[in-house]
């Protein structure tokens, strides 16, 4: 069994060890843009479209939970080639504890008391209500509903919006484009955990974002071409959403002259809300790639007409 791997960042000896301890019969090379040679599988982020080309490729599996990097290519993919997302492989816990974090900074005034700190000002702010302070969460996917149960814990009201409607315990469940404004005006924190397809980008407009209520958070924790950077920033700057947490930019890295940097209500981080862990993605992947030779189903097959 032949398996090609790329990512255009980072070490990939690691990977293909790794690989190789779990797929030990298995012929492991890295692509190069020169290589043509057939393979039978691709462990890929971002990967040029060539490579998705290759002879004999029974499937591609993504090195992520978002398969935009990969369906950006379009009609050019082979039409019956598999795409395999990352299914938590130990994400949930990065995002429950990323989101907690961004959400408890809002809720307790942390925000508040670091900017007090930067004027040496010792100064109590009122607390918000709880009971007030409804997280809305957009996509209640693998990592969506994971981050719900996550706050939960903390007693916040939790409210969760999705394409096809659920029924999660202590979360109430909204559904589809008719919901959305409901959804929104309750949101007193909105978390954007959706993937990036033609329906969902732009997402986070003006027009949507002025639907939270006054003083709204707004944390995206899924990808940057979600938000529309100018109108988030015309609503921070009129006070209409009180501060953002942002781990995706539609620039990446965010360019230091971007006016998010110099915005102290807007807080910033390198695209890390939920790393790749090594080990345990690969664990995955290669137990995939050892159902498909058994010719058995995998879980995590890409729906292309639905884009994730
Ligand atoms: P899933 O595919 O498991 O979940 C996606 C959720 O979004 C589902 O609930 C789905 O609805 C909902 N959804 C999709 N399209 C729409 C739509 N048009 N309207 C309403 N709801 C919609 O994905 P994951 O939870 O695993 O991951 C989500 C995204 O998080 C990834 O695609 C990736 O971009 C991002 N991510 C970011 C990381 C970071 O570090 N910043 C790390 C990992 C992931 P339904 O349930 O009805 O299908
Ligand atoms: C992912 C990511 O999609 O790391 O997994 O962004």
Redesign the pocket.
Do not use: C, N
């Given at each position: 069994m032949k398996i090609v791997y790329y990512a255009p960042e980072g070490r990939p000896e690691p990977w293909l060890e790794e690989l190789a301890k779990h797929l030990p019969q298995a012929q492991l090379r890295v692509w190069t843009e020169a290589d043509q040679q057939a393979a039978d599988y691709a462990v890929v982020w971002k990967p040029p479209l060539p490579l998705l080309r290759l002879p004999g490729l029974k499937a591609a599996f993504n090195l992520?939970?978002?398969?935009?990097g990969i369906l950006q290519h379009g009609a050019q993919l082979p039409p019956g080639l598999p795409i395999v997302?990352?299914?938590?492989a130990g994400?949930g816990e990065?995002?429950v504890e990323y989101a907690s974090w961004a959400v408890l900074a809002y809720f307790r005034r942390f925000d508040d008391y670091a900017r007090q700190q930067q004027q040496a000002q010792w100064r109590f702010l009122k607390p918000y209500p709880k009971r007030e302070f409804t997280v809305g969460i957009?996509?209640?996917?693998?990592?969506?509903?994971q981050i719900a149960a996550g706050l939960r814990q903390f007693g916040f009201p939790v409210n969760?919006?999705?394409?096809?409607?659920?029924d999660i315990e202590g979360v109430q469940c909204f559904?589809?484009?008719d919901e959305?404004d409901g959804f929104l005006r309750a949101s007193r924190v909105l978390v954007c955990?959706?993937?990036?397809?033609a329906?969902?980008t732009g997402i986070l407009n003006r027009a949507n974002l002025e639907k939270l209520p006054a003083g709204a958070f707004v944390i995206n924790?899924?990808?940057g071409p979600h938000l529309v950077e100018d109108d988030l920033l015309a609503l921070v700057q009129n006070g209409h959403i009180a501060g953002a947490t942002l781990?995706?930019a539609q620039q990446e890295p965010l360019p230091a002259s971007h006016p998010f940097w110099r915005e102290p209500r807007i807080t910033i981080t390198p695209?890390?809300?939920?790393?790749t862990l090594r080990p345990i993605s690969i664990e995955q992947i290669a137990g995939k790639i050892r159902m498909l030779e058994r010719g058995e189903p995998i879980a995590g097959v890409v729906d292309r007409s639905?884009?994730?």
């Open positions: 992520g939970a978002g398969v935009d997302r990352l299914d938590d994400m990065q995002m957009l996509g209640m996917g693998v990592l969506g509903r969760g919006w999705s394409r096809s409607r659920k559904a589809g484009d959305l955990i959706l993937p990036l397809t329906a969902t924790i899924a990808r781990d995706v695209h890390v809300a939920a790393v639905l884009g994730y």
